[in-house]
């Protein structure tokens, strides 16, 4: 009897590893060995690689996008306008007969005489506005006329930088590279190529939560984005400190100012870099903690304290093993 219900003479030790076994393959977090083979640590490096070298490429560019944004933009450019453009030496020679002009009528716009960038202002704004007031006026609307025309904002063609470039690392050169990146068509090209490499990145992502299981996703990606943040810092602040090193040792207010806005955007820049390399070491250091608290030896001395501490009942004549150690059950409800 015993050999038709068992034809294969296994015992019952022998039918229980199998059936473990067999448990094994369908249980979740188990793998099947050809599984492991296909995620293999140098695809795994190669992704995270494509991912740092993404990212070093995105970050600047998503700095620039910000810094050319129109509120940071304009902000920039009208802090270099009164010395670019003698703003404060015009307004005290013609401030008064602007304002004259704007009392008696209301209707026209004011123009300010030998002012370089071809703008105007409401007479009713001028006709009350302190000497400050005013030149903050006529800053910001150039500002917002620069970063909307582009060169084509300056009343005359001489003095448009576009036609003095002037030799590399020069005033003239700084002015011209610095209005020709804060306008509104290098807003929209930034904002392309950050959309672009944005969605690479995310791509490269998606592909490496496939390779990686559990919280080593979030070290991942912390760790790689940490690496690509501090390389993009290390190079912005380079670059930004050549560029304060340029602006120190101008000897014009034209320089002084061009300087001073290509500083602003390497500063933009090297924020976003620092912002996100804070982001990525919190990721990875969140990701390395769940892992701790779900390790094996973190669950088996929690697991340990926790039956230590659980009431338990026994059962009479069993003695006291540690399987006749039950818990309590729990008391009945009425």
């Given amino acids: 009897m015993s050999a038709r219900a068992n034809p294969r003479g296994l015992g019952p030790a022998d039918r229980l590893a199998r059936m473990e076994e067999a448990l094994s393959l369908h249980r979740p977090g188990t793998q099947r060995p050809h599984q492991q083979r296909r995620r293999s640590p140098?695809?795994?490096?190669?992704?995270?690689?494509?991912?740092?070298?993404?990212?070093?490429?995105?970050?600047?560019?998503?700095?620039?996008?910000?810094?050319?944004?129109?509120?940071?933009?304009?902000?920039i450019i009208a802090r270099a306008i009164p010395a670019t453009t003698e703003l404060d030496g015009l307004l005290s020679l013609h401030g008064a007969d602007l304002q004259a002009h704007a009392k008696a009528d209301t209707h026209t716009p004011v123009v300010l005489p030998e002012f370089p960038i071809n703008v105007s202002l409401p007479a009713v704004q001028v006709a009350q506005a302190s000497p400050q007031r005013m030149s903050l006026l006529f800053a910001t609307r150039a500002a917002a006329a620069i970063y909307e025309r582009g060169f084509g904002a300056f009343a005359l063609?001489?003095?448009?930088?576009?036609?003095?470039?002037?030799?590399?690392?020069?005033?003239?050169?700084?002015?011209?590279?610095?209005?020709?990146?804060?306008?509104?068509?290098?807003?929209?090209?930034?904002?392309?190529?950050?959309?672009?490499?944005?969605?690479?990145?995310?791509?490269?992502?998606?592909?490496?939560?496939?390779?990686?299981?559990?919280?080593?996703?979030?070290?991942?990606?912390?760790?790689?984005?940490?690496?690509?943040?501090?390389?993009?810092?290390?190079?912005?602040?380079?670059?930004?400190?050549?560029?304060?090193?340029?602006?120190?040792?101008?000897?014009?207010?034209?320089?002084?100012?061009?300087?001073?806005?290509?500083?602003?955007?390497?500063?933009?820049?090297?924020?976003?870099?620092?912002?996100?390399?804070?982001?990525?070491?919190?990721?990875?250091?969140?990701?390395?903690?769940?892992?701790?608290?779900?390790?094996?030896?973190?669950?088996?001395?929690?697991?340990?304290?926790?039956?230590?501490?659980?009431p338990v009942v026994e059962i009479s004549g069993r003695g006291t093993r540690a399987l006749d150690r039950l818990p309590k059950p729990p008391p009945p409800t009425n």
């Fill in 42 to 75: 140098a695809v795994q490096r190669l992704t995270a690689l494509a991912i740092c070298l993404s990212l070093v490429a995105l970050l600047p560019s998503l700095g620039l996008y910000v810094a050319t944004r129109a509120d940071s933009a304009q902000r």
């Fill in 157 to 310: 063609a001489d003095a448009r930088p576009a036609n003095r470039t002037g030799p590399l690392l020069s005033s003239q050169w700084a002015m011209h590279q610095a209005l020709g990146l804060l306008n509104t068509r290098s807003h929209a090209r930034f904002k392309q190529t950050t959309l672009g490499l944005g969605l690479i990145t995310a791509i490269l992502l998606l592909l490496f939560s496939f390779q990686v299981r559990g919280y080593g996703r979030l070290v991942g990606f912390g760790v790689t984005g940490l690496v690509a943040a501090v390389a993009a810092a290390l190079v912005t602040l380079f670059g930004w400190l050549i560029v304060e090193v340029n602006y120190n040792g101008a000897s014009s207010a034209l320089g002084s100012a061009a300087w001073g806005m290509i500083a602003d955007v390497a500063w933009t820049m090297a924020l976003i870099d620092l912002v996100a390399a804070g982001c990525c070491l919190a990721l990875a250091a969140a990701g390395y903690l769940f892992a701790r608290l779900d390790s094996p030896d973190h669950s088996r001395v929690t697991g340990a304290s926790d039956r230590y501490n659980e």
